[in-house]
């Protein structure tokens, strides 16, 4: 009896060993673009994945392993939602929106408006990619439609929109305000009215089925430690 006891103590050891597997795994977080400052911060041991929202969404569904998606709006987090492959997603950020122009800024750009100016070559996210249609909501407060004639290149994530404009490919981009002290003196950031910003919100959520390490991941994200380190980046406070 006393045999048989102790084998079913060794098997409850085991089995509470393997338990925990999912979190003995390193955490992956899938992050949005314009989070590659960030989102590594949160938690030194897990490891960050970076891309468009969208893409990374195509991922998840197509079974890539993540534990957390960050994404720069809500559609794709709401899509996957809808498809029980992530939990009810939470806000935890907010950013603005700015023109980027090359450093010797041939073009002019100095306002908005500018951006209609004829032979202005303007680069912007893809429609669809949070980027792209945040900064087309921008344009329309502005009611700058015509300004969407001299676009010249779409990109699927902002860092596509930030090369194009730092390699002299494009006279003007319009991007995070995040986005700008990453380029360095290759570009300038030129403002847009708070009349015409977008409301730009950050969600995160824990990919199905969810783990001890990512419900961790997001209370520092959404804490104290979580919230100090977005600010040193330059985002916003989530409303």
Known sequence: MRRLAALAAVAAAVLAGCSGGDDAETLVVFA?????DVAGEIDPAAEPVYGGSN??????????????????????LEELRAEELVEAPVVF??????????????AGISHIVDLTKPGVKLVLGAEGVP???????????????????????????VKGVVAKVALGEADAGIVYATDVEAAGDDVHAVPI???????????????????????????TLRGEVGQAALRRAGFLPAP
């Open 32 to 36: 949005a673009s314009s989070l590659s």
């Open 55 to 76: 893409d990374l969404a195509a991922q998840i569904r197509d079974g890539a392993r993540a534990g957390v998606f960050m994404s720069a709006s809500a559609k794709p």
């Open 93 to 106: 950020a907010s950013n603005a929106l700015v023109i980027i122009v090359p450093a010797k800024n041939a």
């Open 131 to 157: 980027i792209g249609d945040y900064a087309r909501e921008s344009i329309e407060l502005a009611g700058l439609g015509a300004a969407l004639e001299n676009v010249v290149s779409l990109e699927e994530d």
């Open 193 to 219: 009215s708070e009349h015409f910003q977008p409301q730009i919100r950050y969600y995160a959520a824990i990919v199905s089925p969810g783990s001890d390490a990512a419900k961790r991941y997001l209370q």
